[in-house]
């Protein structure tokens, strides 16, 4: 009697196990086709999340949080928009002539590339021979729109789920602690609204102190990055500034990125492939820095994470929902590590997430 208890239960555990591997998949599969909605809401809570101290602490001096919330999306509404129209002009004749971009940087690296040049030769002959052959292949060839008519449509897209991200964020912060009023009343136990508001708090707390600290540190690297490469000499340099700013937000893999497309820039622009080399260096130097020292010594330990579960959530929300959900994998990971703190059955998945240095004892802190 009692093994057959223990093999229904077995089963029913195996059961729970797949259905919620097939909730999982369903919700992953539904993100993914529902992105275009989805996407501006979830950047619309996390601006939320992290103005919402500063909206508290205006409230507490006497500001009404509509007054403060429409004064913080207003200005940030502002620089966005001065950011991309004094970056609008360059950025449209970099993106005509990313076409010529090729050619130069292939005529620069000919001496490099000559190992390439053979294998494309070795593919022609095999071309010639196929198209000798006594039935020819037909070649299918899909048109794809410009290069300049794709950016403006990805633009126009990004500009859409920026605004209402904006808008939904400043009713967000208007509303003040109306849906934290809200989520004391769902429950009906002290301790459980307790519990509940305390959870809201540090998940509020950490993302805010998170997003801010990163953009402060993000923006002094644009700062100093741009004005590094403007005394080497490089074109445009506060639009490579601005670059390091947004491309920071990626951990590893905005500081490669940039290092690449700068040092393509310098390869079209320099005449010296050795000195074409100190830009990128520059800015993979700077980047090393902050992501080694800088950011770890100003956030502190109860912050860090393990790198490759950081990684692997950029991988995945890249992969999700494209440049955006790279963006925000870390806040996400962020607001992951503070629920398995406050959720005793969840801590060892918390203490995966976090980096080597954090204790046991951190994790226990963090929670009370």
């Excluded at 089963?11 to 797949?18: F, G, N, Q, V």
């Excluded at 849906?179 to 540090?202: H, R």
Aim: glycine residues 8%; contains cysteine; aromatic residues 8%.
């Amino acid at each position: 009697m009692q093994d057959n208890r223990g093999t229904v239960a077995q089963e029913l555990t195996a059961i729970r196990y797949l259905l919620t591997g097939i909730f999982a998949l369903l919700l992953i599969v539904s993100m993914f086709f529902a992105k275009d909605v989805l996407l501006p809401i979830v950047m619309g809570f996390l601006l939320s999340l992290t103005l919402s101290p500063l909206v508290r602490g205006a409230s507490r001096v006497g500001f009404p949080a509509a007054l403060t919330a429409l004064l913080l999306i207003g200005g940030l509404s502002l620089s966005i928009l001065v950011s991309f129209y004094m970056m609008s002009g360059t950025v449209t004749e970099w993106v005509e002539e990313a076409p010529s971009f090729g050619d130069k940087i292939r005529e620069r690296l000919t001496p490099v590339s000559e190992s390439v040049e053979a294998v494309k030769d070795a593919s022609k002959e095999v071309e010639k021979i196929t198209e000798a052959s006594p039935r020819p292949v037909q070649r299918v060839v899909v048109e794809q729109p410009g290069l300049l008519v794709s950016a403006v449509s990805n633009v126009a897209s990004a500009g859409t789920s920026i605004a209402v991200a904006l808008v939904l964020a400043l009713f967000l912060l208007a509303s003040g602690d109306l849906f934290y009023a809200k989520l004391i009343e769902s429950f009906s136990l002290m301790s459980e609204k307790k519990k509940a508001l305390k959870l809201v708090y540090d998940i509020e707390r950490r993302i805010s102190h998170y997003l801010l600290t990163i953009t402060c540190i993000n923006a002094g690297l644009g700062l100093t990055i741009g004005t590094s490469l403007h005394v080497v000499g490089l074109p445009d340099a506060h639009i490579w500034g601005t670059v390091a700013f947004f491309l920071n937000f990626l951990p590893y893999v905005g500081a490669l990125v940039g290092t690449l497309l700068v040092a393509a820039f310098a390869v079209v622009t320099y005449d010296s492939l050795a000195f074409a080399a100190v830009a990128p260096g520059i800015y993979l130097g700077l980047a090393v820095l902050e992501g080694q020292f800088v950011t770890p010594m100003i956030l502190g330990r109860r912050l860090e994470l393990n790198t490759v579960s950081v990684l692997l959530t950029v991988i995945f929300w890249g992969w999700l929902w494209g440049i955006a959900g790279a963006l925000m994998a870390v806040p996400f990971l962020v607001l992951i590590k503070v629920v398995c703190d406050h959720v005793q059955e969840l801590q060892p998945f918390g203490n995966f997430l976090s980096a080597r240095e954090t204790s046991t004892r951190d994790t226990a802190v963090a929670a009370q």
